[in-house]
């Protein structure tokens, strides 16, 4: 009997939505937005997340999970989006805190994450996946919270972001990093960016 892979998600642009207190009601649940590979062979690539509004939600406001060996969750792109006040993650793809952006799998993720504004997250971006993770453009001024954790074996290249302060994360007043392989260096040195607004 021949084995069937499964049917991938691509190519899809989700844009100017507001999900709010998604998931609140049941324990564990409701990203703002999931990107899941939830069976082995899946495949959740080359999606664009754009100028939404997610806050609130049970989950981390973006969740990326693949739980097992030869998923594809690469090239997906979050841009633009005001991320604020998201839960935790749990289980296997478990967050260390409340986060915004959560990057977990077994297999590699490639994904870029650009000019999101975060704020009333205790970590803005969790990292846990083999793979790098490219993060640039964002506004991580977040109230002192950790703007990347890096949990994984893979990398982090987090240059060109603004991390609330002129002197880099770590600095008095900036948010931080934590974690190995994360690139920070160099760092926006004053807010340019545009801040999305809620619709």
Not at 174 to 189: H, K, R, S, Y
Request: aromatic share 6%; hydrophobic share 40%.
């Amino acid at each position: 009997m021949a084995t069937l892979t499964p049917l991938g998600i691509m190519r899809n642009t989700i844009a100017q939505n507001i999900s709010d207190r998604n998931g609140i009601a049941v324990a564990g649940a409701g990203a703002g937005v999931g990107i899941f590979g939830p069976l082995p062979g899946a495949t959740v690539a080359e999606n664009v997340i754009t100028n939404n509004t997610l806050t609130n939600n049970g989950l981390p406001g973006v969740a990326f999970h693949a739980h097992t060996p030869g998923q594809n969750l690469n090239n997906n792109v979050i841009v633009g989006n005001l991320i604020s006040g998201n839960g935790q993650d749990t289980e296997d793809a478990a967050t260390p805190g409340k986060a915004g952006i959560n990057v977990f799998g077994v297999s590699p993720i490639a994904a870029t994450i650009l000019q999101n504004t975060f704020s009333n997250e205790a970590y803005d971006i969790v990292v846990n996946t083999p793979a790098n993770v490219d993060v640039h453009l964002n506004n991580i001024d977040n109230d002192h919270a950790v703007g990347i954790d890096n949990i994984g074996a893979g990398s982090v290249n987090a240059t060109e972001n603004w991390w609330g302060c002129l002197k880099g994360p770590g600095a008095s007043g900036c948010t931080t990093v934590m974690g190995p392989n994360i690139l920070a260096n160099p760092w926006l040195t004053f807010l340019s960016l545009p801040i999305p607004l809620p619709f």
